[in-house]
């Protein structure tokens, strides 16, 4: 589905949505294919339950976002650094 159809569906409510096709532009993520995973009473809600699936399946593309919203902005941030669990300790 896209976001214009779901905005339609869904008008003035909190969503957690997927991105089951995407694609980068410059500095935005672009979500050319999108499922609608829950539909959330607030957006605190919206947020636990973004939470709970992203801990579930960390490999897939999940976002938290409201329909008021025209367009979906979803900047896209460079890692700098490395994460703590995916370090590998230096052997002397």
């Known amino acids: 589905m896209r976001w214009m159809n779901i905005r339609k569906t869904y008008p003035n409510q909190w969503l957690v949505i997927e991105a089951v ?7 935005k993520r672009l979500l050319d294919k999108i499922a609608v995973m829950e539909t959330c009473s607030d957006g ?6 973004y939470r ?11 976002y938290f ?3 008021s ?3 979906l902005n979803i900047q896209e941030r460079q890692w700098l650094g490395i ?3 995916h370090a590998v300790a230096a052997q002397r």
């Open 83 to 85: 994460r703590r669990g």
């Open 69 to 71: 919203r025209k367009q």
């Open 65 to 67: 976002v409201h329909t």
């Open 21 to 27: 096709k995407a694609h980068s532009g410059k500095t």
């Open 52 to 62: 709970r699936l992203h801990q579930q399946h960390p490999e897939r593309e999940f």
């Open 44 to 49: 605190t809600n919206a947020l636990q339950k």
